[in-house]
């Protein structure tokens, strides 16, 4: 282990990456709608009318990041995949502020469940996080499983990963 | 004068959509993974720039950079990448297979364009 790393306890690291969830999930959410807030209160299970489950795997952590959506009206097939685009986002968010403090994992593509009155469940400890704004509604549920120690290092600067909507012309 | 046109490899409806709504100066092709975006690339001759994701199924964008390499129609062709990966290895990797730049999604409409005007200049 780098002398820099600093352990994590699986409570400490569970807690960190519902932290980075929260940030990813909430600068996400507000610049697709301005008007979305992060609930305190769960919204009504068996809401929900499209959910897109993204799998992620790494070296120290695998689990799943869904981005769930409910509003009063049938989504149209563009609005179906941004919930999967979304979901993408958040995840490749996610694996950017991880890859900060050099813990690594690839993503899957996104799944898109339809139906109606979803709910989800997870056999690991989840994160769920509500959002609401006055036309939509997302619930955001992440599992994360800790396959071995995780120790938080800094990275060297030329490892940081880029941050989202950076471009760069070669 | 006819449009300058670009292809947009994403399996991402929402953002081929996105994408072609900022280009709207130009003509948009799209292809939804690597594997068709490699075949629109090696069969025809006008297209001068390539948007395209790095995480698809059938091809990823690196898949589709490793096919192409040499075997482009279009020579002068140039390709960005445009992903919500940004670890400087995978950027790296890209570069070295011939991608011209990189976006980390979401993307800002006015960048992506003025992007799109400076790879296409004559």
Aim: proline share 5%; glycine share 6%; hydrophobic share 45%.
């Amino acid at each position: 282990m780098p002398t820099d790393a600093i352990p994590c306890t699986p409570d400490e690291f569970e807690s960190y990456f519902a932290a980075l969830l929260a940030e990813a999930a909430t600068t996400l959410l507000t610049t697709l709608d301005p008007a979305m807030r992060q609930m305190t209160a769960p919204l009504s299970s068996g809401t929900i009318d499209s959910a897109s489950v993204v799998g992620f795997v790494g070296a120290e952590v695998r689990g799943l990041i869904s981005v769930a959506h409910t509003d009063e009206q049938k989504l149209a097939a563009l609005d179906e995949d941004r919930v999967s685009e979304l979901a993408n986002q958040l995840a490749g968010r996610v694996k950017n502020l991880l890859g900060r403090v050099g813990v690594g994992y690839e993503v899957a593509p996104p799944l898109l469940l339809r139906g109606r009155q979803l709910s989800l469940a997870s056999r690991q400890k989840e994160t769920r996080l509500d959002f609401s704004s006055p036309t939509a509604r997302y619930s955001v549920v992440a599992a994360l499983e800790i396959l071995q120690p995780v120790a938080l290092r800094a990275v060297a600067a030329e490892e940081l990963p880029f941050d989202e909507g950076e471009m760069l012309l070669f | 004068m006819s449009k300058k046109l670009i292809l947009v490899i994403d399996d991402s409806a929402t953002i081929r959509s996105e994408v072609a709504a900022a280009l709207g100066e130009f003509e948009i092709l799209q292809a939804t993974n690597g594997l068709e975006g490699a075949e629109l690339i090696e069969a025809r001759k006008d297209i001068e720039l390539a948007i395209c994701d790095i995480n698809m199924p059938k091809m990823t964008g690196i898949e589709m950079l490793e096919r192409i390499q040499g075997k482009a129609a279009n020579t002068g062709l140039k390709i960005v990448m445009l992903t919500t990966e940004g670890q400087p290895a995978i950027i790296k990797r890209a570069r070295e297979l011939g991608a011209n730049g990189w976006i980390v999604k979401p993307f800002n409409p006015v960048q992506l364009l003025a992007a799109a005007r400076k790879l296409t200049a004559a």
